[in-house]
């Protein structure tokens, strides 16, 4: 093990810096625009997911401050997908929140702040350093969901945010207390010892572990945690829903590997049944409910609560019998469905905001009506997300099913060839809620005929968003073998 304080925390000190520094120069900014602002907040997260880019590339694992920190591959590598998944998120959301008098320096200062609050989390080794992330990012996003204050649906939604996601970190502060308690340490890697000793309070550690994953839970949208992400995802501006359903979801994956896997792996068979058990109930509620949807950004939050009911049963596979010889493929297998998850998210939630014109939320699947007639390149990009989602070939969201679905058979257990069953089954009714958004682009009359014109730059970046999702579908090796490769080495440190 390597003690390199600084050269660990690099990333996280640039961030915490320029997030200041963007703070203070947009006192001075005049333009409407907030070109400067835009432009030094985007620089900066270019420069931190190079800076995380060229780690991983290092491949090496180093600890920091006394191995409450711990800069690996697979941290190194959500980081970087996470600022790449920030900077998108920004360029989707300049234009709306400027046409809707929102675009203020406080957007670009806690967005930083919610990246920073991800890499600590992606990077913690420590029960304290995962829970100051988590809340400096969740605090962020509650403060970036009421941004709108003239707005009720989004104060509304904001209040809630608030109130559940203080209830939730209650659960985790609780659950992460009961495990010191019986451990005695708050590192990862002395928890690990010690519960692998089997001479600690049994009844402890499970009530521990049963806190912790409620509070987990809540950060995924899972069934029966899940009550906020409708009301949430519609009540607050698309731009911040696109914040919240982005980046944060690759967050609360590393710090289930961080807690879980990493920390209380030989409790996992108390947390892969809580984890079965809320997957098909996400499943099965997620599905159900977004059917009912007319509102276009509700159905995707439920169509959310869904996919996260996938990575769940990725996440539920890892030990098999006492014996880890599936964890590396089942954990990469999750890793590899939220990374595509959010790309393709970053793109629906995008287009979203690309057909939101001044006075006008494009939020109601009715609002699409007639699409393809209006603007064909439009229509034909929703679409690759659309079924992507739905998990049709040869785009990407087929792949991360079918990942999912190899690593529950591959373990030869029935319960696991059921849940797999079960899993297609339910993705078969996802598939209708999907297929209807396309029916309605192209089957549908359109409302007006206005043509839709806004800037190239946002343009181009749906094009290439939306080709990402199909590139990736088709030669899926390289992106699976990266996320394989870093969990192994996660595994292994």
């Not at 996003?141 to 939604?157: F, I, K, P, S």
């Not at 029966?224 to 607050?236: E, N």
């Not at 990942?403 to 069953?421: C, E």
Request: charged share 10%.
């Amino acid at each position: 093990m390597k003690e390199m304080n600084w050269l660990v925390l690099y990333p996280e000190m640039l961030l915490l810096t320029m997030a200041c520094i963007v703070t203070l120069v947009d006192l001075w900014v005049s333009d409407e625009r907030r070109r400067v602002t835009l432009w030094l907040t985007q620089a900066t997260l270019a420069a931190v997911a190079l800076m995380h880019l060229s780690y991983f590339n290092d491949g090496v694992t180093l600890y920091g401050m006394q191995a409450m920190v711990v800069a690996d591959p697979m941290g190194h590598l959500l980081a970087f997908f996470a600022a790449v998944a920030m900077m998108v998120s920004i360029a989707y959301a300049q234009p709306y929140l400027a046409s809707r008098d929102m675009l203020k320096g406080e957007f670009f200062t806690l967005s930083l702040f919610v990246y920073l609050g991800i890499s600590v989390m992606v990077s913690a080794n420590n029960f304290l350093v995962i829970y100051l992330g988590l809340e400096l990012m969740s605090l962020s996003l509650y403060a970036l969901t009421a941004m709108r204050r003239d707005h009720g649906v989004a104060t509304e939604a904001a209040m809630k945010y608030f109130v559940l996601g203080a209830l939730a970190s209650g659960f985790l502060l609780y659950g992460l207390s009961m495990m010191y308690g019986a451990t005695g340490s708050l590192d990862l890697g002395e928890v690990f010892k010690a519960i692998g000793t089997g001479r600690i309070n049994k009844e402890v550690l499970t009530f521990g572990v049963v806190f912790v994953v409620a509070g987990l839970a809540f950060k995924l949208g899972v069934v029966p945690f899940h009550m906020w992400v409708p009301d949430v995802y519609q009540g607050a501006p698309t731009a911040v829903t696109l914040l919240i359903g982005g980046a944060p979801k690759l967050a609360a994956f590393a710090i289930i590997i961080r807690l879980l896997v990493d920390g209380m792996s030989g409790l996992a068979p108390d947390w892969q049944q809580m984890f079965i058990v809320m997957a098909v109930a996400s499943l099965m509620v997620g599905n159900l409910a977004a059917i009912a949807q007319s509102n276009l950004k509700r159905m995707l939050a439920y169509s959310t609560i869904a996919q996260m009911g996938f990575v769940l049963l990725g996440m539920s596979a890892g030990v098999i019998g006492g014996n880890t010889f599936s964890a590396g493929n089942a954990y990469s297998s999750a890793m590899f469905y939220v990374v595509t998850y959010v790309l393709t998210t970053l793109g629906t939630f995008g287009l979203i905001l690309y057909l939101s014109a001044q006075g006008f939320e494009s939020e109601e699947i009715g609002d699409l009506a007639g699409l393809a007639q209006r603007s064909p390149w439009v229509a034909g990009v929703m679409t690759v997300f659309m079924f992507s989602l739905a998990g049709v070939p040869p785009l990407v969201g087929f792949y991360a099913k079918l990942s999912i679905l190899q690593a529950l058979v591959s373990s030869h257990q029935p319960v696991y060839i059921g849940l797999a069953v079960f899993a297609v089954l339910m993705s078969l009714v996802g598939a209708y809620y999907y297929l209807r958004v396309v029916k309605v682009m192209y089957f549908d009359a359109p409302a007006h005929d206005t043509a839709i014109e806004r800037g190239r730059g946002v343009s181009a970046l749906l094009a290439l968003n939306g080709l990402a999702v199909l590139v990736f579908g088709l030669l899926p090796g390289g992106l699976m073998n990266l996320c394989r490769d870093a969990i192994v080495k996660a595994l292994a440190s």
